[in-house]
C-alpha cells in the first residue's frame, strides 16, 4: 500500500482525526485498588488485550488467557488479499501487555465454572478468578451453509479471520487466470466487520482491474441493503464500471448451499460457477462463550450494556464480536471502546462503587481502492437494555466529497490502525 505512516502529531493536524483518536487514547479513569482481586481476561484480540491493558496497574492482578502467542489483526487484510500489504504488517506480540504489567497465559481456556469461578486451560491449569472477561471474537458457523466445512474452506476460503486462510485467497486470485470469475458469498446480521465483505469486493476488483481486466466479481449477498450502500455502489461506478455484480437477497442473493470440489455456489434461483470462491460463512461468538454458558439461542451474548456483565452468568463480562451490542456493530474500534468501559466497570464493581456512565464510539473506515476511503460512524449509550444510537452523532462520508478527501480518508484508515495497535499492543 503506497499511504504514508504518519507519525501523532501529523495526524492531529486531521482535525476530523482528532476526536477519533482522542477517544482511542482517552485513558480509562481507573484508580488503585484496595484490596487485590484476582481479574482473568480469555481472548487477547482488540477487546481481551483492551481490557486487560486497562486494567493493568490499578492494583488486581491481571491474567490474559490468549491461544496464540502472535495475534494477526483484521483490520486492513482485505489490503493484504488484494496484494497491497504484506500479512506481517497484521501481527501484534504480547510484549507490550507484559510490560504494562499483565500476566499472560499462553493457553486456550476450555472450560469455564461460573459457579465455582474457575477457568480450566488446555494445558491443565485452573485459574481462580473474582470477575472473568471474555473477549473470544467469532467461531465461524460451520452448520449454518450446507456443504461448507474446515475442509471446504480450503478449497473455498472465508478469510474472515486472518492469517493462513487471508494468504489463501490472495493465492488463489493471483493463480486466476484474466477473464475469471470471482464469486463472494456475503452473511445476513449480524457477523464481524459489516462493511468489510464491501471493502473486499472493492480491493479485489481494483486487483483484478489493475492484472487481470476481462474479470469480473459477483456477490452474493443474504441482504437488501448494507453498510455505506450508496458510498461504495457511488465508488464503484466510477472506478469499477461493469466489474463488480451484486446481488441482493431478494434478487436471489443468499447462497443457501456449496459445492467446494466444483467450486460451485448455490442459490435459490441459480447456482454460480466460481474460480475463486470466497464464501464468508454466518457467525456466533466464539465458542469458550457457549462452553461459559454465557451465549444464547442466537449464537451470541446478551450483556448489560452499563457493564458488560453477562445477563446469563454474574461475574463474567462479554467486550468485542462476542456480545450482542445492539446498534453498535462488530468492529475492532467497538471491541476497544467496549473493553475500555468493561475495564472501568470491573475496576468499579470491585471497589463496590456504581460503574460510571457508558458513552462508546465506533468508527470504521472502507478502502475502496488504495488512495480512495470512506467512513462510517456512530455515537452509543445503553438505551432499552441495549446501545442504541445517540441521535445526530454520527453519520458518513459526504456523498459527493472530492477525490482528495478520499484520498485523506484512505490515509485516515492506515493512521487509525497505527493508533489503535499501538494503543492496544505497543
Ligand atoms: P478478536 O480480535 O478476534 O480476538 C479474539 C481473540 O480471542 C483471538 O486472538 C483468539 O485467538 C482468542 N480466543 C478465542 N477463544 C479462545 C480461547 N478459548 N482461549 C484463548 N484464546 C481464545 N474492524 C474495524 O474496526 N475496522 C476495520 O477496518 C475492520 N476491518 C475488518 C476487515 C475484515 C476482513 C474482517 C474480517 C474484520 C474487520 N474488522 C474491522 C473487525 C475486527 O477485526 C473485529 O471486530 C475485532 O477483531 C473484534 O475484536 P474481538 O476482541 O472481539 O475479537
Not at 487485590?36 to 491474567?63: D, K
Request: proline letters at 6%; aromatic letters at 6%.
Amino acid at each position: 500500500m503506497t499511504a504514508v505512516r504518519p507519525d501523532r502529531r501529523s495526524l492531529l493536524r486531521h482535525g476530523r482525526d482528532v476526536a477519533v483518536l482522542g477517544a482511542l487514547l482517552a485513558a480509562p479513569r481507573i484508580g488503585r485498588a484496595q484490596g487485590a482481586a484476582q481479574v482473568v481476561v480469555i481472548g487477547g484480540g482488540f477487546g481481551g488485550a483492551t481490557v486487560a491493558r486497562a486494567l493493568a496497574g490499578s492494583g488486581h492482578r491481571v491474567m490474559l488467557v490468549e491461544r496464540d502467542a502472535t495475534f494477526l489483526a483484521c483490520p486492513l487484510s482485505n489490503a493484504v488479499v488484494a496484494g497491497l500489504r504484506a500479512l506481517d504488517e497484521q501481527q501484534f506480540g504480547y510484549d507490550g501487555l507484559k510490560r504494562a504489567g499483565v500476566t499472560v497465559a499462553i493457553d486456550s481456556a476450555t472450560g469455564i465454572d461460573a459457579q465455582a469461578r474457575q477457568v480450566t486451560l488446555a494445558g491443565g491449569r485452573r485459574l481462580g478468578y473474582d470477575r472473568l472477561v471474555l473477549a473470544p471474537g467469532i467461531d465461524l458457523d460451520f452448520q449454518a451453509l450446507a456443504g461448507y466445512d474446515e475442509a471446504a474452506a480450503e478449497l473455498m476460503p472465508h478469510a474472515w479471520k486472518a492469517g493462513a486462510q487471508t494468504t489463501l485467497l490472495a493465492r488463489q486470485l493471483q493463480a486466476m487466470a484474466d477473464g475469471g470469475t470471482v464469486v463472494m458469498a456475503v452473511p445476513a446480521n449480524p457477523y464481524r466487520c459489516p462493511p468489510g465483505p464491501y471493502e473486499r469486493a472493492s480491493l479485489i476488483a481494483w486487483y483484478l482491474k489493475a492484472h487481470k481486466p476481462r474479470s469480473k466479481l459477483i456477490l452474493l449477498d443474504a441482504k437488501d441493503t448494507f453498510s455505506k450502500q450508496r458510498l461504495f455502489q457511488r465508488a464503484w461506478a466510477e472506478l469499477y464500471p461493469g466489474l463488480i455484480e451484486w446481488v441482493g437477497q431478494s434478487a436471489g442473493g443468499t447462497v443457501t448451499a456449496v459445492e467446494p470440489a466444483e467450486r460451485v455456489l448455490v442459490t435459490d434461483f441459480a447456482r454460480h460457477r466460481a474460480d475463486v470462491a470466497n464464501v464468508v460463512p454466518p457467525q456466533r461468538a466464539g465458542r469458550i462463550a457457549g462452553l461459559a454458558g454465557v451465549a444464547d439461542r442466537s449464537g451470541w451474548c446478551p450483556i448489560d450494556p452499563g457493564t458488560f456483565e453477562s445477563r446469563l452468568k454474574p461475574g463474567i463480562h462479554v467486550v468485542g464480536d462476542a456480545g450482542i451490542m445492539g446498534a453498535m456493530p462488530k468492529s475492532a474500534f467497538a471491541a476497544h471502546a467496549q473493553g475500555k468501559a468493561c475495564a472501568e466497570a470491573v475496576a468499579a464493581l470491585l471497589a463496590g462503587r456504581t460503574p460510571p456512565e457508558v458513552r462508546l464510539i465506533n468508527t470504521c473506515y472502507s478502502l475502496v481502492a488504495p488512495d480512495y476511503g470512506i467512513s462510517v460512524a456512530g455515537v452509543y449509550r445503553p438505551a432499552n437494555g441495549l446501545l442504541a444510537d445517540i441521535d445526530g452523532a454520527g453519520g458518513t462520508s459526504p456523498l459527493d466529497a472530492p477525490r482528495d478527501v478520499r484520498r485523506a480518508e484512505a490515509r485516515y484508515a492506515e493512521a487509525w490502525f497505527d493508533t489503535i495497535t499501538r494503543d492496544v499492543y505497543g
